[in-house]
């Protein structure tokens, strides 16, 4: 009934007690997983960081398991969920996990750096892109990621928000320096 975590450092230890259950951990939704998905609960405060209005547009455009579009159709009203993932299987799992709910989505297979999207068409993107540890390698990623946010450059409408969870942050930090269109908090 009780669990414990014992962190060592060095000749130091951290003895910690779980206050939550597996409720706040894992969600009844996630029938799919994949390498690299984000914990639910990390996804959901992305989406409360990233902003919840009811006529949102919101864009994965690396979905995977489409983790952070469902925490999204759970945080509230929007108007459109656009996930995709340039792996089918990943798109399969994100159907998966979706099932008949939260209804409008759409989940595509695309590449992340030609999606087949309008120009300012989206109100926020939402995006966990591979780290290039479990997924892609950080080669795959100096390529990657400028393609992947001149493309969310483009879509988003004026005033969008994106949200990003990488630890390429030297990388991240050095593309939207030269991108006039978004604007870089931590």
């Not at 014992?6 to 230890?13: D, F, K, L, M, Y």
């Not at 979905?63 to 952070?68: I, V």
């Amino acid at each position: 009934d009780l669990e414990f975590w014992v962190h060592q450092a060095g000749r130091r230890a951290v003895v910690s007690l779980r206050l939550s259950d597996i409720g706040m951990r894992q969600r009844e939704y996630k029938d799919a997983h994949l390498p690299g998905s984000l914990r639910p609960t990390v996804a959901r405060a992305m989406v409360l960081l990233s902003g919840v209005g009811d006529d949102d547009t919101v864009l994965d455009p690396m979905c995977g398991a489409g983790t952070l579009l469902v925490e999204r159709a759970l945080s509230g009203r929007y108007r459109l969920l656009l996930g995709g993932d340039r792996d089918p299987a990943a798109v399969a799992a994100a159907r998966a996990n979706f099932g008949a709910r939260h209804k409008p989505w759409e989940l595509s297979v695309w590449d992340a750096a030609d999606l087949p999207l309008p120009d300012a068409s989206v109100d926020q993107v939402l995006v966990n892109p591979p780290w290039g540890r479990q997924v892609g390698t950080r080669d795959d990623n100096s390529r990657l990621y400028p393609a992947m946010l001149a493309e969310a450059a483009r879509i988003l409408k004026p005033g969008g928000r994106m949200a990003m969870l990488t630890s390429e942050w030297a990388l991240a930090r050095s593309i939207l320096a030269g991108e006039r269109r978004l604007a870089v908090s931590r």
